[in-house]
């Protein structure tokens, strides 16, 4: 097993490995492609093989934190665990589309943070995250961040973070109480690149999400607004013996605020092309300053 390259996660102290395991994609039909127990188990084992420390999912995500926990809780010591909550617990399954609802009150986040720890069958979560963002008031009206760090003091949740996307992610910033913020990010998703600095200037851990564009174009899946976005910008020069993939992600690796980047497959083989991406390192200074200049003159420019 290759040692993964690891930076520190804010101030929580936790070293994550620079590439982690999104398993949203664990969570099936009817909300995502058909996946059977022996695919989820086979790539949640090669996730921790092939040295991967950090995984996030989400009470949401359909069957993914009960395959953690059907198949990796016995190698809990391996890995950090990172979960989302304001997940309305018992809602039907949203259709494809469609969003989950979400409930920020006292009580749906301590029974969503109870329903998970059940499911995947451990004593505590490393990270838990409020889902989609939500308002400053949302959180403090009916007592979610309240309910939350309670449990932290319980000794459930080691560190209280934000799913976080603006406008709300700078009064996240500003309230000073989020150990780590997911944020999405890529070359064709620059949006939140200056105020991923800011939140790590704060002290705050920064979890990147979309960080691989939500996976290339292929036969059977067409590329959505990322892809469409990078036919916009000519960087094919810029790629030497890379595919745009690999590009991406050593993009994604590149931003010096960034600590962890969690990619989601149940490909083995895409796993390793991720791994490749990664121990080929962020891109060389001047590629990533090009393709920053590009990006800026097709207007795929970061928000102030």
């Known amino acids: 097993m290759v040692d993964l390259p690891k930076r520190e996660l804010g101030r929580t102290g936790i070293q994550a490995t620079m590439l982690g395991y999104g398993a949203m994609e664990l969570r099936g039909a009817p909300r995502g492609r058909d996946v059977t127990e022996a695919q989820a188990e086979t790539i949640l084992h090669a996730v921790l093989d092939a040295g991967i420390n950090y995984i ?111 406008p709300h992610l700078r009064d996240h910033v500003a309230m000073g109480v989020f150990d780590v913020f997911q944020i999405p990010y890529s070359a064709v998703e620059r949006e939140h690149e200056a105020v991923i600095s800011a939140a790590s200037k704060a002290g705050a851990g920064i979890v990147i999400r979309g960080g691989a564009a939500k996976g290339a174009p292929s036969a059977d899946k067409q590329g959505g607004t990322q892809w469409q976005r990078w036919q916009q910008v000519y960087l094919d020069d810029l790629l030497a013996d890379m595919t745009a993939m690999e590009f991406i992600l050593r993009f994604t690796f590149s931003h010096p605020d960034m600590d962890t980047n969690i990619v989601g497959t149940i490909n083995p083989a895409h796993l390793q092309n991720n791994l490749n991406a990664l121990l080929q390192g962020p891109l060389p200074a001047d590629v990533y300053a090009e393709a920053k200049r590009r990006l800026d003159a097709a207007g795929l420019t970061p928000s102030a």
Do not use: W
């Open 56 to 166: 996030d999912t989400s009470i949401d995500y359909g069957l993914s934190e009960e395959r953690i926990g059907r198949y990796i809780s016995k190698r809990r010591s391996e890995y950090y665990l990172a979960s989302k909550c304001g997940c309305l617990v018992g809602a039907p399954t949203t259709p494809r589309g469609q969003r989950s609802p979400h409930v920020f009150t006292h009580d749906n986040i301590i029974a969503g943070i109870e329903q998970s720890l059940r499911r995947m069958q451990t004593d505590y979560l490393d990270v838990v995250q409020f889902h989609a963002s939500p308002s400053k008031e949302a959180l403090e009206e009916n007592g979610a961040l309240k309910a939350l760090q309670e449990l932290k003091e319980a000794g459930k949740v080691r560190f209280i973070g934000m799913s976080a996307t603006l």
